[in-house]
């Protein structure tokens, strides 16, 4: 059964910079496609960044994009999200998700229904 831990979150002011990790077991991470969500009080999932299972092609949500970073390394079952720059709107709980085969022709996904894996989440809060 895969599992997704994330860690990293925490409190930071404005112009900030965090890193969140995220650490699949249960699987062969190298197979899985990976990816960003957040989710903040009374409002959908919303989509980062994502990150493909091979040759790690990524892309990014447009108000995340210059400031966020997402890497992976197989070799540590672990996705990370660098994030930058931080501002008060970055605040929300932060998911990480995976997605392995089959990949109907795809890389990587962005729409929270394309995932098959979610963490537990972890809370970021950015102080203004």
């Known amino acids: 059964q895969v599992q997704l831990v994330e860690s990293g979150g925490g409190l930071v002011q404005t112009g900030g910079s965090l890193r969140l990790s995220c650490v699949l077991s249960?699987?062969?991470?190298?197979?899985?496609?990976m990816g960003w969500f957040l989710q903040a009080p009374g409002k959908e999932r919303q989509f980062v960044a994502a990150i493909s299972w091979s040759d790690s092609i990524t892309y990014y949500g447009d108000s995340v994009k210059g400031r966020f970073t997402i890497s992976r390394d197989n070799a540590k079952n672990t996705v990370y999200l660098q994030m930058n720059s931080l501002k008060p709107e970055d605040a929300a709980v932060y998911y990480c998700a995976a997605r392995g085969p089959p990949y109907n022709g795809r890389v990587y996904y962005l729409s929270a229904r394309d995932y098959d894996y979610w963490g537990q989440g972890t809370q970021v809060t950015v102080s203004s």
């Open positions: 249960g699987g062969t991470f190298s197979r899985y496609a």
